[in-house]
């Protein structure tokens, strides 16, 4: 017996790092997957950013009188601005390098030109295109730096067609292509260079030495910064190598990184979100796998990337399909709730009903028998106890069904008083009166004046330091004037309280408000700008209790 708990014991001292270890990794992936998706919502924003950069740059030389040179240079960077932003734009500065460099007579430069294009060109999925490009160059007499240049993008072209080719047999062959341009340049690139430690990784990877590769790649990843396309492009290599070694957290986190980096980046030319909806899809989370494959294929379609729009094309179906199946699954059971909360609802208005009945009978039996008014008393205490917490358990309920026949009661009265003026109107003949009054905005303005008052007032009944609580949320200077008589809120204290209801949809809110969702989305950017913790300031909101 003593042996066996030692036995457990040892297992136990030997198995809690590694659990340890996978439990931090999990959280980490969790505050990776907030990161990406708080990326993706304000991606419109960064791409705008991307584009008034490059304005900027091109705004600077407008009216100026170029060399060749400058010109060569100036065409070079704006190139490396579209990039990986635009497939179009790109092409078309390295185009003007390509007629600009024939002026220079320069054979690395003209060769630069050339393995530019057959990039661009390759990572749009022209493959053929991009290889008779690089036909076009005389390595012969090229300087070392502009041989790495060349051999990079010929065993770049390769591994474009491997990923093409992948389950056929040709998908060997161009790996082994890749492979010989890797030598190729491992054996004249600088040895501290990006170009050599990414070749020799990639290289080594593909004879078998993983562990290698990783920490090669690792220790290089400290020289790079998020939003540089070499630091998505490193990530994405590591994910690469943990998939080859069946560690899956690792690969996740990896394409995680390289993600955020291609959305910090503005880098539309991407592959890591959508290897992330194929590990969202075989783990079974088929929305979070259909909203990230939508937003690789609208990337890849922004930019112009045939290569990446086929690969999202493969797998497009099989998630398509299990969202739907997802959601339909959900409907049902949203469905079956909402009957059992009928039901249970139906089953407490008898419950209330024959509850109040019993209170009556009660009541009546106190008056009729005077002789038993103290024991009734006890009675009636203890029934008013009861009664009390059922009240203040419906209190919310009560006071939002009060307030609301009472506003439906004062619009039918009001829209059967117009109704009768416009009849008399209208029998009447005065038609240019009749006009004018069906015109008037007056009504309605009156009647989302009465809805206004009648939301305050039931709003604060239940919450009623609502106001006092938001400012606490407020920077000193931004805080709400509290009124002691209460009752009234603004529009940006409206929008919070519709907040607190759990409506945070910007269209329902402004259908709410009678406001464009413009200014719904002024009034809710204003808001936070205002908060002393910008990041939380609708979850603070949501907080707020009601007593």
């Known amino acids: 017996m003593m042996k066996h708990r030692h036995i457990l014991l040892n297992m136990f001292i030997v198995m809690a790092p590694a659990l340890t270890m996978a439990s931090q990794r999990a959280e980490e992936l969790g505050i990776l997957y907030q990161t990406l998706d708080s990326l993706i919502e304000h991606q419109s924003e960064i791409i705008a950013q991307k584009k008034s950069r490059i304005q900027v740059i091109t705004d600077g030389i407008n009216n100026l009188m170029l060399t060749p040179e400058q010109q060569f240079s100036l065409n070079n960077k704006l190139y490396d601005e579209y990039l990986a932003f635009n497939f179009d734009s790109a092409l078309c500065y390295i185009k003007k390098n390509v007629d600009v460099q024939q002026s220079l007579d320069n054979p690395n430069m003209a060769a630069g030109s050339l393995i530019r294009m057959a990039h661009i060109l390759a990572v749009s999925g022209l493959f053929d295109k991009a290889d008779r490009m690089l036909d076009q160059i005389d390595i012969s007499q090229l300087s070392t730096e502009c041989k790495v240049e060349y051999y990079n993008q010929r065993g770049e072209l390769n591994l474009y067609r491997s990923e093409m080719a992948e389950y056929t047999p040709y998908f060997q062959e161009y790996t082994d292509s890749s492979q010989y341009y890797r030598q190729l340049i491992l054996q004249i690139a600088p040895k501290d260079s990006y170009d050599y430690i990414f070749n020799q990784a990639t290289y080594i990877s593909e004879k078998g030495d993983n562990d290698g590769a990783i920490r090669m790649l690792e220790a290089y990843m400290r020289n790079l910064k998020q939003g540089e396309r070499r630091y998505s492009i490193v990530t994405s290599t590591l994910a690469y190598f943990y998939s080859k070694k069946g560690e899956s957290q690792l690969q996740e986190r990896y394409f995680l990184l390289s993600a955020i980096s291609d959305m910090k980046g503005a880098i539309l030319e991407n592959n890591s979100l959508r290897r992330l909806s194929i590990i969202l899809l075989d783990r079974g989370d088929f929305k979070k796998a259909y909203e990230y494959l939508l937003c690789a294929s609208n990337d890849a379609r922004q930019y112009g990337s045939r290569l990446r729009s086929m690969q999202a094309a493969r797998i497009s179906p099989l998630i398509t399909q299990a969202y739907d199946m997802e959601r339909a699954l959900a409907q049902h059971r949203t469905n079956l709730l909402l009957i059992v909360l009928s039901l249970i609802t139906l089953l407490l208005i008898g419950t209330v009903i024959y509850t109040l009945s019993l209170i009556k009978k009660r009541h009546q039996a106190n008056i009729k028998i005077s002789k038993m008014n103290a024991e ?3 009675h009636n205490e203890e029934i008013e106890r009861m009664n009390n917490q059922m009240k203040e358990s419906n209190r919310i309920k009560d006071e939002y069904i009060g307030r609301f026949l009472e506003l439906s009661s004062n619009l039918i009265i009001k829209n059967e008083e117009r109704s009768k003026v416009l009849n008399r109107l209208a029998r009447d003949r005065k038609l240019e009166l009749l006009y004018t009054e069906l015109k008037s905005q007056k009504p309605l303005n009156e009647s989302i004046h009465l809805f206004h008052q009648n939301f305050d007032t039931a709003f604060l009944n239940i919450y009623p330091t609502f106001i006092s609580e938001v400012n606490q949320l407020l920077t000193d200077d931004n805080k709400f004037e509290v009124h002691e008589e209460g009752g009234k809120l603004t529009t940006e204290l409206r929008i919070l309280a519709l907040i607190r209801l759990n ?39 949501r907080r707020i209790e009601t007593y």
């Open 376 to 378: 009734l008393s006890l």
């Open 503 to 541: 409506i945070t949809d910007n269209q329902k809110i402004a259908d709410i408000l009678r406001s464009s969702i413009t200014t719904i989305y002024t009034y809710r950017s204003k808001l936070k700008s205002r908060a002393k913790s910008k990041s939380t300031f609708e979850d603070d909101i």
